[in-house]
């Protein structure tokens, strides 16, 4: 079956550090993947876009990995602040000429001063 | 702001009962979608309109209904209405949805969401 996955479990670090989210996927081919940050109660809020012939996006603190073999995407947020706290989502775009977005359940990061 | 608004953006209503929920996307923005996030489910795809007509479907249930106006806002419209279809409502919108030569891969801006709750 077709699957999404990423950490269930709230990901607690310390301020500064590095936070490191998986996006695992099975049995999609997706043309690119999105990441959204989303806070409690909110709209998704748009982060980055790496296409599938893409093996890394930065933007500024924040860096994705896209690998196709291991049907894998990282989220990477440098020098993390406690306002980087939030839920991410990430987001398969599959190919078809649509726009649609298959979302991952998120996962919640938590970072602590 | 992301520039897409929704309204209302709290409905409380009973079992059975119908109810619109209305989205204007961001100025320019030919697209819309409708997304469903309940806790159990994740956000999940419903529907997608591109300058009136529906592109794709996703998840949408029978009693669930929506279109784009003229003025591409759009209506989203639930209907005989149960316990588990409370949950946020989220409206998105984009410049485009459809591609041509290939993907437009673009972002999507969501808006504040309603939040439905039937009793």
């Known amino acids: 079956s077709q699957k999404i996955e990423q950490n269930s479990e709230a990901l607690n670090i310390q301020e500064g550090k590095t936070a490191t989210l998986t996006c695992n996927y099975t049995?999609?081919?997706?043309?690119?993947l999105q990441w959204y940050r989303q806070d409690p109660g909110r709209g998704p809020v748009f982060l980055l876009l790496i296409r599938e012939n893409e093996k890394e996006k930065r933007k500024e603190r924040l860096k994705v990995t896209f690998d196709t073999t291991l049907k894998q995407s990282l989220f990477h947020i440098t020098a993390s602040q406690p306002a980087d706290s939030a839920t991410y989502l990430c987001?398969?775009?599959?190919?078809?000429?649509?726009?649609?977005?298959?979302f991952g359940a998120g996962t919640r990061l938590a970072v602590h001063p | 702001d992301s520039g897409v608004t929704q309204t209302p953006k709290h409905l409380i209503t009973a079992t059975g009962q119908r109810v619109t929920l209305r989205c204007s996307p961001r100025s320019g923005d030919l697209s819309v979608y409708w997304y469903q996030q309940s806790l159990d489910q994740g956000l999940q795809f419903l529907i997608q309109y591109y300058n009136g007509e529906e592109r794709a479907k996703g998840n949408i249930l029978e009693r669930f209904s929506a279109q784009q106006f003229p003025d591409l806002h759009s209506e989203l419209n639930l209907s005989s209405l149960e316990l588990g279809d409370s949950a946020l409502y989220f409206c998105?919108?984009?410049?485009?949805?459809?591609?041509?030569?290939?993907?437009?891969?673009?972002?999507?801006?969501f808006g504040p969401g309603t939040r439905l709750t039937v009793l």
């Open positions: 998105a919108s984009s410049v485009e949805g459809i591609g041509l030569a290939g993907l437009r891969d673009n972002e999507q801006f």
């Open positions: 987001a398969l775009v599959l190919s078809g000429g649509y726009n649609k977005l298959i």
């Open positions: 049995n999609y081919s997706p043309a690119y």
